[in-house]
């Protein structure tokens, strides 16, 4: 019987346990769903869309070098696979387990209609592998990640198929020009194409790269300015490799640097764990107490709107912050210390709801995830299963200065090229703001009063 395998975020062949396993079993069709309703609000966003077509076209052509295809479908993914295998006359799907909340009701939902078989693919193990002494599963990122480094090595890398037979008719496709990801007007992503090289193969030289480099990610890991962390995070979202080849790949390290990433590779488990206990994460706060905060709203308030366009647009008047938005605007992707310097600010100097950053994040990363998007958004503002950090509210300027992030103000605002530190970190105190930057949109004493005041009214204190 012909096997079909349903292709969502793992655009790769080697070590794609779900092809590896049909291509035992029989002739092969991989088939992607483009599925824009299933996900609802957390339908794919612009910068994703943009790496999903890379993506997809350069797989077809590793497909088609082993003389097979990847059809292309459009619609709800349970009913156009249904289709698909009425058409191939067979029952048989594989596919790669995923925990975002809408995949896992079309997984629920395809079993209960054809023969599905879900592999584990995307992480360093499945989700709930590790739990707590009473079988549970772990809510806080230390202790989980204590019991999955005693679990360590996670499984095999399974290689690619050395050959993939066809069946007797390849059934009809869509053609990718015609699902549009690529933006039109505007076209925003010629700074997107020129920051990344996209699919399998660039996946595997950009690791290749840092496994000369990882010995020092503990060192640089926080320097916006530095070239000093993996840059691997899109290529491991869409699946073009998975963490537990980059594990085997990095594991003959020895040093500070790897240790300190393997943590991270863990973190993007620990969100899938998030996640998978509590599926509403993109969207609920976890804490209901922050039900009650007074957020300023940008539907209701026009300076609030002002203020989220300001911060969207990288135009707040905090260098730092600018920078980071606007690498996010014009590369879909911002430095993790940044992504934490830019989120606080929204949250705290601007009191804004973490769900419209998560918004704005979902729509302009290359890498956004649902799982590492919702679960690092409600731990800055406090609202999630972790430590309270909403009363933690970053100095962006003090996170400039100690992080050293001149080059890379210099790099993003380039306005501000001309400065050097210690001005470079806030030109409007030193008296040397450039025309066209603006000044501060709110001062951090003031904003850092008004976040503890909303703080303090929801406790009732
Ligand atoms: P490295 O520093 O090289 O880390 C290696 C890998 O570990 C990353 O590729 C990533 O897969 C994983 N990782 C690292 N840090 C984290 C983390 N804090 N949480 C989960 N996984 C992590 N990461 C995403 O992949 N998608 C998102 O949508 C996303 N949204 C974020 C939103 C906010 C507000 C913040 C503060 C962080 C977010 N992150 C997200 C986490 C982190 O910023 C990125 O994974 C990291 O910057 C990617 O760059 P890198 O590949 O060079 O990471």
Redesign the pocket.
Known sequence: DVQIVWLRRDLRMADNPALHEAAKLGPVCAVYVLDDAAAGHHAMGGASRWWLHRSLESLSKSFGRRNARIVLRRGDAVEELCKLAGELGTRTVHANRHYEPWWRKAQGTLSEKLDLTLHDGNYLFPAGHVTTGSGEPYKIYTPFYKAMRAQFPPRDAVPEPKTLSSPDEWPESDDLADWDLLPTKPDWSGGIAAFWDVGEKAAHHRLAEWDADVGD?EAK?NLPSVDG?????PH??HGEITPVQIWHALKHHRSEGWQS?ES??V??D??QNVICQFPGYGSRNYREDYDALQWRDPSGDENAARDLEAWQKGMTGYPIVDAGMRQLYETG????RV??IT?SFLIKHLLIDWRE?EKW?WDC?V???YG??S???QW?SGTGVDSNMFVRIMAPLTQSEKFDAAGYIRRYVPELSGLDAPHIHDPEAHGCRPKGYPRKIIAHKAGRERAMSAYKAMKGE
Do not use: K
């Open positions: 990610y890991r962390s993996s840059r691997l995070s491991l979202h990433y991270e590779l973190w993007r620990y969100a992707w911002m430095h993790n992504r934490m989120a950053g994040f990363l890498d956004a995830d590492s998007n679960v690092n958004w800055n």
